[in-house]
């Protein structure tokens, strides 16, 4: 099995995972159960776009569009993101 995300994959937060707002140190936080990861302006753009609907290639579209950036290069830096996040079960997938 890999994780690979492919273009129609639709990536979702699991059950227990939520963002939300570090008022320590501020910024937002991935919360699951027993773990947490803290999220910087990348991470946070990413993830306000899982939303369980949108499709893997939609959200590059959206992120290259938002930041005036080519798709090719936002796409393997996501996949990288996303990947490391599921292999963590920070996030699950809808084929």
Do not use: C, W
């Not at 159960?33 to 991470?43: H, N, Q, R, S, T």
């Not at 899982?50 to 959200?59: C, H, K, N, P, S």
């Amino acid at each position: 099995m890999t994780l690979k995300l492919l273009a129609g994959d639709r990536p979702f937060l699991p059950r227990g995972v939520r963002i939300i707002d570090d008022r320590v140190r501020g910024g937002k936080v991935l919360l699951a159960p027993e773990k947490a990861v803290a999220l910087d302006a990348i991470g946070e753009a990413i993830l306000s776009r899982v939303d369980g609907e949108t499709r893997f290639d939609a959200l590059i579209a959206d992120l290259a569009a938002t930041y005036d950036a080519p798709a090719e290069q936002i796409t393997g830096d996501v996949q990288t993101f996303l990947v490391g996040l599921r292999a963590r079960m920070f996030l699950a997938v809808h084929a």
